[in-house]
């Protein structure tokens, strides 16, 4: 569904993405981890179209996004921080960017109906905590039933209970046949959703392979402990 082949990015003369190649396909959970400054916000961007590769090339079901953003439509993003109007209120916010759509599509409401957010529409986006704002971006990033979805940190400032329902929605998405990117630095919350993991440091892929297998590679049960081991295998390698 979505190939990245050989993506290079440079700011000026810094290097964030060297020689990325990396296949996805639908109906798996994809966890995109890595430390700071790894380039997964920088390869995020590339697929979305909001950073131009400096070299190679992303297909999305076999077409170039070159010149091509029809696919974007068929992408739901969440963002780590929602930069929403501040004086608009929650409902406008939705109006608006349903208003930006194909109104003739059936709109995804679980999420609206699982977080009560039909209790909250006069509320002003600037007023709102750091985890209700999650709340509207999780619910716009499922509206229009994509087949692709792009989560980066998607349970930050979310209360156990509303982690929990956004993993559910995950899950049943992927039954689905979708394809669902998730990026995070909290490894034990990607434990039990995602079945691939993409490691990237300094801006090279170190590990891309299934979850399990990295698990019986490394004799390790929980995720976090089985990067830990093959980080430090990789270490005494230098």
């Known amino acids: 569904m979505i190939t990245f082949s050989k993506i290079h990015k440079k700011f000026d003369k810094y290097e964030v993405l060297k ?89 995804d409401k679980d999420l609206f109906r699982s977080y009560n957010l039909g209790t909250l529409l006069q509320k002003r986006m600037g007023t709102l905590s750091g985890g209700t704002r999650q709340k509207v971006s999780a619910y716009l990033a499922f509206l229009f039933d994509p087949k692709v979805l792009v989560l980066d940190e ?20 992927k039954e689905k046949g979708k394809l669902i990117i998730i990026s995070s630095h909290i490894l034990s919350e990607l434990d039990d959703v995602v079945n691939q993991i993409v490691y990237l440091e300094e801006g090279k892929v170190i590990v891309d392979q299934p979850i399990d297998e990295l698990k019986a590679e490394t004799q390790r049960s929980k995720l976090s402990e089985a990067i830990a081991v093959l980080m430090e295998k990789s270490s005494k390698q230098y």
């Open 19 to 107: 020689d990325i190649n990396l296949e996805f396909k639908e109906g798996n959970i994809i966890g995109l981890i890595g430390p700071n400054a790894s380039g997964k916000t920088t390869l995020i961007k590339t697929l979305l179209g909001m950073v131009v590769p400096t070299s190679g090339d992303i297909l999305f079901m076999d077409k170039s996004i070159k010149k091509d953003w029809e696919y974007r439509n068929h992408i739901g993003y969440m963002p780590q921080i929602g930069r929403y109007p501040e004086n608009m209120t929650i409902g406008q916010v939705f109006e608006m960017i349903e208003d930006l759509r194909d109104k003739r599509q059936e709109p």
């Open 154 to 173: 998607p349970t930050a400032g979310l209360d156990p209970l509303s982690s929990l329902k956004l993993k559910e929605k995950i899950i049943k998405e």
